[in-house]
């Protein structure tokens, strides 16, 4: 599917330290945008996508987390409790950056990208909503979405389409 019209680098996103960063800063890497939450069913993912950072981080790979609260309030605390967290956890070192949403009038300008150029299952009926923590987008070098995951294929199903994208 083409991407739609603008691009992934034209958008900027918090951190969790309140830096402002630009997807730009991204640009001729490969992403894989996850939105996380610290007590959902899936939140021991956050092992095994710091296990694809530290093994792909070299060659070009780029995990981001994007925190959000909107599925069962599994997100609540603060920039400093979810920092923590994942550090003392999972010991994350990809970006972690604020709490957004993802959904809804106030989803962030990212996620409302990502869900135009890969809508997901039910994209057709306009039902292009992020259904759960724990989504995964990859994203080429180029910038643009190649493919979308629901919170249940594991980071490490991701290793062989990374590789494709890193070569490529």
């Known amino acids: 599917m083409p991407s739609q019209e603008g691009s992934i680098y034209e958008i900027s996103a918090r951190m969790l330290d309140g830096r402002t960063v630009s997807m730009g800063e991204f640009r001729g890497r490969v992403l ?3 939105n996380t939450a610290s007590f959902c069913g899936f939140t ?4 095994g996508l710091e296990k694809l950072y530290e093994t792909y ?3 070009g790979f780029e995990v981001l987390g994007f925190p959000c609260n909107q599925f069962g309030g599994q997100e609540p605390g603060p920039a ?3 920092g923590a967290f994942c550090e003392r956890n999972y010991g994350v070192s990809f970006p972690i950056f604020e709490k ?3 959904n809804g009038a106030e989803a962030h300008p990212l996620y409302r990208f990502l869900k135009q150029n890969r809508p997901g299952k039910l994209g057709m009926f306009g039902l292009d909503g992020i259904r759960w923590n724990f989504t995964k987008f990859l994203v080429d070098r180029n910038g643009n ?3 979308r995951f629901g919170s249940s294929t594991v980071p490490g199903k991701l290793s062989g389409k990374i590789e494709e994208l890193l070569e490529g």
Do not use: H, M, P, T
Request: proline letters at 0%; hydrophobic letters at 45%.
């Open 32 to 34: 894989l945008i996850v």
């Open 100 to 102: 957004i949403d993802v």
């Open 44 to 47: 021991s993912q956050y092992a």
């Open 57 to 59: 981080k070299q060659r």
């Open 80 to 82: 400093s409790q979810i």
């Open 145 to 147: 979405v190649v493919e």
